[in-house]
């Protein structure tokens, strides 16, 4: 077994036995910033997103507006609610800001580049994203397509367009230390199912690789490889572009970024076990999976006790674009004198599995890697207990009976919640070991990026359908599995997330800026 499985042992047992170091304080006046900056890069501003569906490939609009309603500043976080960071969210420089995506801590560390090929509307080079500028900031000059057909082995090559995530871990570390890889790799995911839900939306198509040769995009970004991790590469169906140029052979000098981004904090800490991590899983086109390799960690059938039928899934009341724009967190907003129609909660859980990271690794018709439970507080028609959800009849299967509210405060950690005023709290499982026992470490990166598009789906189609939301990671993990009877199976609970009302006319400020 490689380092991947000691360390998802480690992230399970994280809530009873601490990850070192256990004494680490942030420096708060020492962050660093939210999003890479790259002195004297010209920055070009990006058009106007184009409204209504594509014809199948992107344009420079598209691109625009899935950009912006993913990872770009829609608006300030001024409401009043119960998380840790109030009091400092009138001060500008301690600015909370909106996005459409879910990020862990609200850190936003992924890095988005687009490695633009000939045929397309801007000159061929590397650009990086800026959100709080929602523009491209060119990087380099001239046709680099051919490198990262390589680092994809030459089979996934597209049209020579290239979205390309990447993880600054610094960005992430200076709050979680050692924790950081695990919360990362599921900000991947909530980047790449935004995508995937605006694309789909529009008739385009997101596919994201994982596995490819870090190392040799890491060279192309200009990026140092233990300090940045390459995460996933989309390839995208451009209008009018250029077939892409074959994979090159490696040339000497090789070409790369010379920008180089500034670092805001005056001190960088590394940490030894993210470090290790990171090292385990860097990818490699030729270690990508057979088809098939997953199906042996396929999610295992739903258990429990007689089905209790769910009515069919309500129609959202939201588009995919208006969900993002309102997604937030409820933070200690939710009101249980308001029970959750059973519809809706069908809606979600609906939603939430047919969610998937939609990997080269996967395939198009791959197994179902999470199983989801919901503990049931206030859902109407609907007995509190803890209940296992079967996907194909659309029911659900009683696991534990009685309210469930006394278990679920117990085994939180933090302050910004109380779990027994939710309608109901959903929980997604995946057989960690089992993927990385099929497709190796590099497989620890598919788990987080996974469980992210469920965190993600279940932000937007809560928002589609009206609902509060909230996602947290700070729970006894091990009391989940005794709780759920997961105890001596591969299935490891990973994240809890939190649906119901919220009280009405909560004290707010409106303040979109997109």
Same mark, same amino acid.
């Given at each position: 077994?490689?380092?991947?499985?000691?360390?998802?042992?480690?992230?399970?047992?994280?809530?009873?036995?601490?990850?070192?170091?256990?004494?680490?304080?942030?420096?708060?006046?020492?962050?660093?910033?939210?999003?890479?900056?790259?002195?004297?890069?010209?920055?070009?501003?990006?058009?106007?997103?184009?409204?209504?569906?594509?014809?199948?490939?992107?344009?420079?609009?598209?691109?625009?507006?899935?950009?912006?309603?993913?990872?770009?500043?829609?608006?300030?976080?001024?409401?009043?609610?119960?998380?840790?960071?109030?009091?400092?969210?009138?001060?500008?420089?301690?600015?909370?800001?909106?996005?459409?995506?879910?990020?862990?801590?609200?850190?936003?560390?992924?890095?988005?580049?687009?490695?633009?090929?000939?045929?397309?509307?801007?000159?061929?080079?590397?650009?990086?994203?800026?959100?709080?500028?929602?523009?491209?900031?060119?990087?380099?000059?001239?046709?680099?397509?051919?490198?990262?057909?390589?680092?994809?082995?030459?089979?996934?090559?597209?049209?020579?367009?290239?979205?390309?995530?990447?993880?600054?871990?610094?960005?992430?570390?200076?709050?979680?230390?050692?924790?950081?890889?695990?919360?990362?790799?599921?900000?991947?995911?909530?980047?790449?199912?935004?995508?995937?839900?605006?694309?789909?939306?529009?008739?385009?198509?997101?596919?994201?690789?994982?596995?490819?040769?870090?190392?040799?995009?890491?060279?192309?970004?200009?990026?140092?490889?233990?300090?940045?991790?390459?995460?996933?590469?989309?390839?995208?169906?451009?209008?009018?572009?250029?077939?892409?140029?074959?994979?090159?052979?490696?040339?000497?000098?090789?070409?790369?970024?010379?920008?180089?981004?500034?670092?805001?904090?005056?001190?960088?800490?590394?940490?030894?076990?993210?470090?290790?991590?990171?090292? %385990? @899983?860097?990818?490699? +086109?030729? *270690? #990508?999976? =057979?088809?098939?390799?997953? &199906?042996? !960690? /396929? $999610?295992?059938?739903?258990?429990?006790?007689?089905?209790?039928?769910?009515?069919?899934?309500?129609?959202?009341?939201?588009?995919?674009?208006?969900?993002?724009?309102?997604?937030?967190?409820?933070?200690?907003?939710?009101? %249980? @004198?308001?029970?959750? +129609?059973? *519809? #809706?909660? =069908?809606?979600?859980?609906? &939603?939430? !599995? /047919? $969610?998937?990271?939609?990997?080269?690794?996967?395939?198009?018709?791959?197994?179902?890697?999470?199983?989801?439970?919901?503990?049931?507080?206030?859902?109407?028609?609907?007995?509190?207990?803890?209940?296992?959800?079967?996907?194909?009849?659309?029911?659900?299967?009683?696991?534990?009976?009685?309210?469930?509210?006394?278990?679920?405060?117990?085994?939180?950690?933090?302050?910004?919640?109380?779990?027994?005023?939710?309608?109901?709290?959903?929980?997604?499982?995946?057989?960690?070991?089992?993927?990385?026992?099929?497709?190796?470490?590099?497989?620890?990166?598919l788990v987080g990026a996974t469980v992210g598009a469920v965190a993600q789906t279940f932000y937007t189609s809560a928002a589609a359908h009206e609902l509060g939301a909230g996602v947290a990671l700070g729970f006894d993990n091990i009391s989940y599995a005794e709780e759920l009877g997961l105890t001596g199976t591969d299935e490891a609970a990973l994240l809890i997330m939190l649906l119901g009302h919220e009280r009405p006319r909560p004290a707010d400020f409106r303040h979109e800026i997109a």
């Amino acid at each position: 077994m490689g380092f991947a499985h000691d360390y998802a042992d480690a992230i399970m047992h994280r809530g009873r036995v601490p990850m070192e170091p256990v004494d680490f304080v942030p420096d708060w006046a020492d962050r660093p910033r939210d999003a890479k900056f790259y002195p004297g890069a010209e920055t070009l501003p990006l058009p106007e997103p184009e409204p209504g569906p594509g014809e199948g490939v992107f344009t420079l609009p598209l691109l625009s507006g899935m950009l912006r309603d993913s990872y770009g500043l829609t608006g300030r976080r001024l409401g009043v609610q119960a998380n840790t960071d109030l009091a400092a969210l009138p001060h500008y420089t301690h600015a909370n800001w909106s996005r459409g995506t879910a990020s862990g801590g609200g850190l936003y560390p992924v890095g988005v580049y687009w490695v633009a090929g000939g045929g397309g509307p801007l000159t061929p080079g590397v650009y990086h994203y800026a959100p709080h500028q929602h523009g491209l900031r060119r990087l380099l000059t001239g046709e680099v397509g051919a490198e990262v057909g390589a680092a994809l082995g030459g089979e996934l090559a597209g049209s020579g367009q290239y979205l390309v995530l990447s993880v600054k871990y610094w960005q992430n570390a200076f709050k979680y230390n050692n924790f950081s890889f695990h919360a990362v790799s599921m900000d991947v995911g909530t980047v790449l199912q935004t995508w995937r839900l605006w694309a789909r939306e529009r008739g385009l198509r997101i596919a994201p690789a994982l596995w490819f040769d870090e190392e040799r995009l890491a060279r192309l970004l200009g990026v140092v490889p233990h300090e940045e991790g390459i995460f996933a590469v989309v390839p995208l169906e451009w209008e009018g572009a250029a077939p892409a140029l074959p994979a090159s052979a490696p040339v000497a000098p090789a070409p790369a970024v010379r920008h180089r981004d500034a670092e805001r904090s005056r001190t960088v800490l590394t940490f030894e076990t993210a470090g290790r991590i990171h090292a %385990a @899983t860097l990818g490699h +086109a030729g *270690d #990508r999976p =057979a088809p098939g390799a997953l &199906d042996a !960690a /396929a $999610a295992r059938p739903p258990v429990g006790g007689v089905p209790v039928p769910l009515p069919p899934a309500a129609p959202p009341v939201r588009d995919v674009t208006a969900a993002l724009r309102a997604r937030r967190s409820s933070f200690g907003r939710f009101d %249980a @004198t308001r029970a959750v +129609a059973a *519809d #809706r909660l =069908a809606a979600v859980l609906a &939603d939430c !599995a /047919a $969610a998937a990271v939609g990997s080269e690794a996967e395939g198009p018709d791959g197994p179902r890697l999470t199983a989801l439970y919901v503990f049931v507080n206030h859902v109407e028609g609907v007995e509190p207990g803890a209940y296992a959800y079967d996907p194909d009849g659309h029911v659900l299967r009683l696991v534990v009976p009685g309210p469930p509210g006394p278990f679920l405060q117990r085994n939180y950690f933090l302050s910004n919640y109380n779990l027994e005023q939710a309608g109901a709290v959903l929980v997604p499982t995946v057989r960690t070991a089992a993927v990385l026992d099929a497709v190796g470490d590099r497989g620890y990166r598919l788990v987080g990026a996974t469980v992210g598009a469920v965190a993600q789906t279940f932000y937007t189609s809560a928002a589609a359908h009206e609902l509060g939301a909230g996602v947290a990671l700070g729970f006894d993990n091990i009391s989940y599995a005794e709780e759920l009877g997961l105890t001596g199976t591969d299935e490891a609970a990973l994240l809890i997330m939190l649906l119901g009302h919220e009280r009405p006319r909560p004290a707010d400020f409106r303040h979109e800026i997109a």
